[in-house]
């Protein structure tokens, strides 16, 4: 698995647009990069998977360089209820991707 | 829409106790696997199964933990005598297919040791 660094924690306003970026400098070939979203006392959630360029789904975008050595999360119009920690995870999710691993995640906060 | 349910939600134990936790994954689902996460700090992977067996497990799964799938549906996370630093959320997740990070999970099992 690729080793993820992204922000400790972030802090936005309701409304605004929310770009929390990952670094996976040592991704590779068949890696996918998928993000996850964790409220208080409950299990992540899956919230979206790309490989390369732009994948956009009901609830965020994820922008991925040429490079693939970072990719962005995006959250459009953030609300209170956005209010969680997001996790970025590189690896690849074939038959031999038994061992999932969490990092530290991002905390954003959503004030009023 | 499929769900991975999971019991029981809150476990209160007293250290040295045997604890079974239960879950029940999506049921075409392949992949299964354990986490806990500690009050306040990150999830931590335990152990994945396949075909009936542990495909993987971390140094936190020790001999004290073991896992089994009993009767095709129920996935199970047995911690034999729990100790103080097993008080935690354990989450059980379910892949069901490959090429793809995502991970169902259930609402977890908060677990007390006392």
């Known amino acids: 698995l690729a080793k993820t660094t992204q922000p400790i924690s972030m802090d936005s306003y309701e409304g605004q647009e929310v770009n929390i970026t990952c670094s996976h400098n040592?991704?590779?070939?068949?890696?996918?990069i998928t993000w996850y979203q964790q409220f208080p006392s409950q299990g992540p959630r899956f919230i979206i998977q790309g490989y390369k360029t732009k994948v956009t789904n009901e609830v965020a975008s994820l922008f991925i360089p040429a490079d693939r050595k970072s990719s962005t999360l995006s959250l459009p119009r953030v609300s209170l209820s956005d209010t969680a920690v997001y996790y970025c995870?590189?690896?690849?999710?074939?038959?031999?991707?038994?061992?999932?691993?969490f990092g530290s995640g991002t905390r954003l906060s959503i004030r009023p | 829409e499929p769900e991975v349910t999971q019991t029981p939600s809150h476990q209160v134990t007293q250290m040295g106790q045997e604890v079974i936790l239960r879950c029940v994954p999506i049921?075409?689902?392949?992949?299964f696997y354990w986490y806990r996460q500690i009050l306040g700090q990150k999830v931590e992977f335990l152990v994945s199964?396949?075909?009936?067996?542990?495909?993987?497990k971390s140094e936190i799964f020790d001999d004290q933990f073991s896992v089994e799938r009993p009767d095709g549906s129920n996935f199970t996370l047995k911690i034999r005598s729990t100790k103080l630093e097993d008080s935690a959320m354990y989450f059980c997740?379910?892949?069901?297919?490959?090429?793809?990070?995502?991970?169902?999970f259930g609402e977890g099992s908060r677990l007390t040791v006392l």
């Open positions: 997740a379910s892949r069901g297919v490959l090429n793809t990070g995502e991970l169902f």
């Open positions: 995870l590189v690896g690849d999710w074939g038959s031999s991707a038994s061992k999932i691993i």
């Open positions: 199964f396949y075909n009936n067996e542990i495909s993987e």
């Open positions: 049921s075409n689902h392949l992949y």
């Open positions: 040592n991704i590779a070939t068949n890696d996918y």
